[in-house]
T-cell receptor, first 117, second 118 residues
């Protein structure tokens, strides 16, 4: 059973460049979440998907950020025109949500650490 | 809006001792989940323990137990017989009980860095 994977694990970019991160959830999980964690803080919710539908976006997700989950499997998070304030760990999580109503926990990936210079 | 507060930024204890991490939260919801997550250095976040607000009995998982005080909105984590592998950042977290609904994002506290000393 493979867990949630994220790629790349580390990314260093110059201010103004675009970056894209990928998250592969656990295969049967239909919900996928993105969080951002800055140094010394807890993760903050960014957005989440149910299959391919993006159901909620945080106010933290400015118009420079876009997330997709085109086939309801993997997801990408793109940041355009990066700023130094975007430097953070970007965490992906997934879980299964079904008609039984039984909750399952969110499983987290290892994260992508972004450094904007 | 829900908030989660962890008042202890950092703690250190000797191996084999018992340690308690504090957490308070604020919500107007009556039904919700509370969690403690562990994030070891350079490793991914894992769930330590979960408490459902409608359950009065405190959750336990091996050496980990919670003291859930719903009226006081307090949710502390006790680690018994602490081990070197318990060294990590610990996050207290909240999630609404939305059934099959949409609002199931997790709200995290700022964390407590726990050092277990040999």
């Amino acid at each position: 059973d493979t867990g949630v994977s994220q790629d790349p694990r580390h990314k260093i970019t110059k201010r103004g460049q675009n970056v894209t991160f990928r998250c592969d959830p656990i295969s049967e999980h239909n919900r996928l979440y993105w969080y951002r964690q800055t140094l010394g803080q807890g993760p903050e919710f960014l957005t989440y998907f149910q299959n391919e539908a993006q159901l909620e976006k945080s106010r933290l997700l400015s118009d420079r950020f876009s997330a997709e989950r085109p086939k309801g499997s993997f997801s990408t998070l793109e940041i355009q025109r990066t700023e130094q304030g975007d430097s953070a760990m970007y965490l992906c999580a997934s879980r299964y949500s079904g008609t039984s109503g039984k909750r399952t926990e969110q499983y987290f990936g290892p994260g992508t650490r972004l450094t904007v210079t | 809006a829900q908030t989660v507060t962890q008042s202890q930024p950092e703690m250190s204890v000797q191996e084999a001792e018992t340690v308690t991490l504090s957490c308070t939260y604020d919500t107007s919801e009556s039904n919700y989940y509370l969690f403690w997550y562990k994030q070891p250095p350079s490793r991914q976040m894992i769930l330590v323990i979960r408490q459902e607000a409608y359950k009065q009995q405190n959750a336990t998982e091996n050496r980990f137990s919670v003291n859930f005080q719903k009226a006081a909105k307090s949710f502390s984590l006790k680690i018994s017989d602490s081990q070197l592998g318990d060294t990590a950042m610990y996050f207290c977290a909240f999630m609404k009980h939305a059934g099959l609904g949409r609002d199931d994002k997790i709200i995290f506290g700022k964390g407590t860095r726990l050092h277990i000393l040999p």
